[in-house]
């Protein structure tokens, strides 16, 4: 099992390029299910969860190539060609569903092309119980009979297809809004999606199905329009840059002290985060080719927080967060509401010295003059990051384990931070 191992201190300085956004690229090759034409996508991230949504794809007969790695430079993302000529199988197996949550979202292209979808319900995971119910529902209302049996979704369509309706989700889900929107592109009719998630991803996507014929109005908004198409063609297209890996890359910057460049980076994509590191007394600047992220690393205002969907602060970067208001010259009171357990990290950043009371859905971090290098354990995605977060600055070394759950969703973490002057390295063990 792989480690990170990193003796903390250095500052960082130079340049990051931004990979292509997991939460953009996973949708997007789920969009290919929608076409019996090529769509090929530019800036496809090389991480575990676009291999594993590979395998899905090509249960469901998807040919996919991934051409050599075509790149403006050694980070670069891949060009990758989907093809869906024909879906041989449109079930989606509980192996392969419950190791990547998101290859639920096939439901919606299934059933908007064949008619029909049998899709393992996908489970929790660490930060919650992450039930399916808005998905469930959108898709009735465009017509599809629904069974569960098994722990499958057995989803049928009207002989004639899904027929455009008004569906209005009782709170924000970017999983159902990409998953309803993909069915009712192929639907008769107009479909109108109210509550409707507007993150930057959900934006990529539609402007991919535009590109691919689709009729979709209200992007970038909480309510999107879709009128029905007979078919949709194929389409080059481009993964948007990470915004999370971006913030990420940002507190750790902010973290450590120093000046980089996030190349390709867009802070208008994370506004919300940028405006708080802004508050707290980092530097963020938007150029030409990407935004830079200066700082002292040292004594930075504690600045409250409280996540919310798109254009709120991320869930996603909360986590990272909180590891830089361990230090920060004061308190400060992080709420999570959008999971129900995305507290996980506090126990492995308390190893470090940390001082966070969790108090239900508020952490309140009080902030320490210095951490010590730990041994610590990654326990999902974003909570692993903000281990190596703290560990930049702990004073000695620090051993993070478990970064399996790393690898799903950072592209060459450590060999980016290395670049800049992280003493960091993997180790195999
Ligand atoms: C997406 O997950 C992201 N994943 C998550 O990123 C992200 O944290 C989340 O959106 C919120 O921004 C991908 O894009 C692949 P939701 P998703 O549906 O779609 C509840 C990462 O680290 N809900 O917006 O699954 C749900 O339980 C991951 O990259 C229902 O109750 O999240 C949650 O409390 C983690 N019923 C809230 O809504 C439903 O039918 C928002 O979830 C659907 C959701």
Redesign the pocket.
């Known amino acids: 099992m792989d480690k990170i191992r990193i003796i903390g201190g250095n500052q960082l300085n130079g340049e990051i390029t931004i990979s292509g956004a997991?939460?953009a690229a996973?949708p997007l090759m789920i969009a290919s299910l929608l076409t019996d034409e090529e769509l090929v996508l530019d800036n496809v991230p090389n991480l575990a969860d676009v291999k594993q949504l590979q395998k899905i794809l090509e249960n469901h007969g998807v040919e996919i190539n991934i051409s050599d790695h075509i790149k403006t430079d050694d980070m670069g993302g891949q060009k990758v060609s989907f093809k869906a000529k024909t879906i041989s199988d449109t079930c989606a197996p509980y192996e392969l569903v419950s190791a990547m949550?998101?290859s639920f979202w096939v439901i919606g292209p299934l059933l908007g092309r064949m008619g029909e979808a049998k899709v393992s319900l996908p489970g929790g995971c660490a930060?919650?119980?992450?039930?399916?119910?808005?998905?469930l529902d959108g898709l009735k209302a465009l017509g599809a009979q629904i069974e569960i049996e098994d722990g499958y979704v057995i989803a049928k369509a009207p002989e004639d297809g899904l027929r455009g309706n008004r569906v209005h989700f009782p709170?924000?889900?970017?999983?159902?809004t990409h998953t309803v929107m993909m069915a009712a592109v192929l639907a008769k009719g107009i479909t109108i999606i109210e509550n409707a998630?507007c993150?930057p991803?959900i934006g990529n996507v539609a402007r991919c199905l535009i590109a691919m014929g689709a009729k979709i109005s209200g992007l970038d908004t909480h309510t999107l329009t879709i009128e029905g198409v007979e078919k949709l063609n194929g389409a080059n297209f481009e993964v948007l840059p990470d915004r999370?890996e971006a913030g990420t890359f940002a507190m750790a910057v902010a973290m450590s002290g120093g000046d980089v460049l996030m190349r390709k980076g867009r802070a208008s994509d994370l506004q919300a985060a940028v405006d708080v590191l802004i508050k707290a007394g980092v530097e963020i600047e938007q150029e030409e080719n990407g935004f830079r992220v200066k700082a002292n690393g040292a004594g930075l205002r504690p600045i409250d927080v409280e996540t919310d969907?798109f254009p709120g602060f991320?869930?996603?970067l909360q986590a990272q967060y909180m590891a830089l208001m361990t230090r920060a010259a004061g308190v400060t009171n992080i709420k999570e509401t959008?999971?129900e357990n995305r507290f996980m990290h506090v126990a492995e950043l308390a190893r470090f010295g940390a001082d966070i009371k969790v108090d239900g859905q508020s952490a309140i971090v009080s902030g320490v003059p210095q951490l010590s290098g730990a041994q610590v354990m990654a326990t999902d995605?974003?909570a692993s990051v903000s281990l190596v977060i703290a560990g930049l600055v702990a004073n000695g070394e620090t051993i993070v384990s478990r970064i399996y759950h790393l690898d799903r969703?950072f592209e060459r973490l450590e060999e980016k931070l290395r670049r800049c002057g992280a003493d960091i390295e993997r180790i195999s063990e």
């Not at 930060?127 to 998905?135: K, L, Y």
């Open positions: 997991k939460n996973l949550r998101a930060i919650g119980t992450r039930p399916v119910d808005f998905f709170r924000i889900s970017v999983g159902a998630a993150e991803e999370i969907p991320p869930t996603d959008i999971f995605l974003r969703g």
